[in-house]
């Protein structure tokens, strides 16, 4: 049975840091690329960044500079460093895993709010 489970989320002030895990089971992680996704209330699900099995990554332009996402192979996680949130980002942030097939967390709330 494949699960991934997020952690990491909360309320945080315009100008923190989060940062978010996906602990993964059920999959041959270090061949799986994984991602971060997240929908604002009222939008459709964005890409936020992307790592693949080789460790090559891919931003959102609108995360660019200030996110960064990595993995731990060793701990089948892959983790999303964010730093000088804005309200903007604030979202449900889901964790993807994709080789064969794709599989999504449950989601996990990030709110950026004074």
């Known amino acids: 049975q494949v699960q991934l489970v997020e952690s990491g989320g909360g309320l945080v002030q315009p100008g923190g840091s989060l940062r978010l895990s996906c602990a993964a089971s059920g999959i041959i992680f270090s061949a799986n690329a994984m991602s971060w996704y997240r929908r604002a209330p009222g939008n459709q699900r964005e890409l936020v960044a992307g790592?693949?099995?080789?460790?090559?990554?891919t931003y959102a332009d609108s995360v660019k500079g200030r996110f960064t996402i990595s993995r731990d192979n060793a701990k089948n996680t892959v983790y999303l460093q964010m730093n000088n949130l804005k309200p903007e980002d604030t979202a449900v942030y889901y964790c993807?895993?994709?080789?064969?097939?794709?599989?999504w967390g449950q989601g996990t709330q990030v709110t950026v709010s004074s």
């Open positions: 790592i693949s099995s080789g460790g090559d990554t």
């Open positions: 993807k895993s994709l080789r064969l097939r794709a599989y």
